[in-house]
Structures are given as structure tokens and as C-alpha cells.
């Protein structure tokens, strides 16, 4: 089973800076397997990106995805208040597994 | 708009049994792979069982397996999770989402808001 590991645990940003969240997984998988997810306190989990570029529909363009291989990159271009959050990465291309998940929290 | 509502959670001793459902809207439902993920509060997200369209293949995690039923009634846009010899460690927020497919796997593009199970005497 792929494991993913996600860092850093938590990070402490204020509105209007970059948020860079990093997500390896235990083996090498495709990039087309690989999605993020986000969680607001109390809220149901929102698909932000799939196949580690692609985002969803209705996902605002500072959210990004990139990486390959056993690296993956999460990238929010400049932080807005509705983004503190936790944010998850998931595997769906053997099994489906997530990794333990970034909070973002304010500065 | 694509909607998933879950019910039937709540107090359960342990060795009890809980029926969840999932209802569905906004889609064409039996076209669609649908999942159960589980949450621990405070925790990371959990998958533990799938079912395809029809409602003739269905997958479980080792955690739960022979003891969670997943079952679908499509003329009801309804997805169910039948759980028995619940234990404290299926304590959890459970919720129901939409797999677009990718092979027998794929990524869920909506999921609903949830539904607490507390197993606990």
C-alpha cells in the first residue's frame, strides 16, 4: 500500500502570502493518481485537484498543483481568509489512501 | 447542483448495528461508482467501502470487512451502509462521495457533509 506523507504538519501564514504544501508518497505513482483535498473546520471535504494539476470545477486559479514521481506540491499563490483550512492529498490509482493532512492556519 | 445528503448516525452500544444512507441529487446516480469514507474527529480520512453503479461490485477495507454491507437503490438515488459488531474504533464522521472513475479506482469530485456514528456503552 502507497503511503503519503505530507509536511510540513502545520503552517502558520497570513493572508496574502504564498502557502507551499508538500505531499511524498512511499513509491512512485503517476501523476494522473494524485488529489488534493480540502477541509474547512466542520465542513465536508472539497476536490481542489485531481491528477496533480487539473483543478476542479470552481477551484480559483492561485490554488495549483504540480510534482511527479514521489513528490507532490500543493501551491496557494496568496492566501485568502476562506483558505485557512486543512488540506489532505489522496492516492487513487491502486488503492485509495490519504496522506495526514497540512492545516493552514493564521499568523 | 450535485447534492449528497448522509442520515442515520448517531448512539450505538457496542456489537450494535446502524443502517447509514446517503441520498443522492443533481445526477444521473446509477452512472456513477459511489464510496464511504470515515473520519475519527480530529483525524485524517478513512475509505472503507465502494460499490459500482449497478450495485454489483463492491470492495471493502480489511477494517471493516464481514462487517459492513454497502448497497445502493438507484430508483431511489439512495446509497446505504449497513454496519454491524460495531466496535469503539468505528466511532467516527462518516460520508458518502461521487467517484469519477479512473479504472476500478478514481477520485471523488463531491462528497457530502457527514454523518456521526459514536459507538459507546
Known amino acids: 500500500e502507497i503511503v503519503l506523507t505530507q509536511s510540513p504538519g502545520t503552517l502558520s501564514l497570513s493572508p496574502g502570502e504564498r502557502a507551499t504544501l508538500s505531499c511524498r508518497a512511499s513509491?512512485?505513482?503517476?501523476?494522473?493518481?494524485l488529489a488534493w483535498v480540502q477541509q474547512k473546520l466542520g465542513q465536508a471535504p472539497r476536490l481542489l485537484i485531481y491528477g496533480a494539476s487539473s483543478r476542479a470545477t470552481g477551484i480559483p486559479d492561485r490554488f495549483s498543483g504540480s510534482g511527479s514521481g514521489t513528490d507532490f506540491t500543493l501551491t496557494i499563490s496568496r492566501l485568502e481568509s476562506e483558505d485557512f483550512a486543512v488540506y489532505y492529498c489522496?492516492?487513487?490509482?491502486?488503492?485509495?489512501?490519504f496522506g495526514q493532512g497540512t492545516k493552514v492556519e493564521i499568523k | 447542483e450535485v447534492q449528497l445528503v448522509e442520515s442515520g448516525g448517531g448512539l450505538v452500544q457496542p456489537g450494535g448495528s446502524r443502517r447509514l444512507s446517503c441520498a443522492a441529487s443533481?445526477?444521473?446516480?446509477?452512472?456513477?461508482?459511489m464510496v464511504w469514507v470515515r473520519q475519527v474527529p480530529g483525524n485524517g480520512l478513512v475509505w472503507v467501502s465502494r460499490i459500482n453503479g449497478d450495485g454489483s461490485i463492491t470492495a471493502y477495507a480489511d477494517s471493516v470487512k464481514g462487517r459492513f454491507t454497502i448497497s445502493r437503490d438507484n430508483a431511489k438515488n439512495s446509497l446505504y451502509l449497513e454496519m454491524n459488531s460495531l466496535r469503539d474504533e468505528d466511532t467516527a464522521l462518516y460520508y458518502c462521495a461521487r467517484v469519477i472513475s479512473y479504472g476500478i479506482w478514481g477520485y471523488f469530485d463531491y462528497w457530502g457533509q457527514g454523518t456521526l456514528v459514536t459507538v459507546s456503552s
Open positions: 443533481g445526477f444521473t446516480f446509477r452512472s456513477y461508482w
Open positions: 513509491q512512485s505513482v503517476s501523476s494522473t493518481y
Open positions: 489522496q492516492h487513487y490509482g491502486t488503492s485509495w489512501t
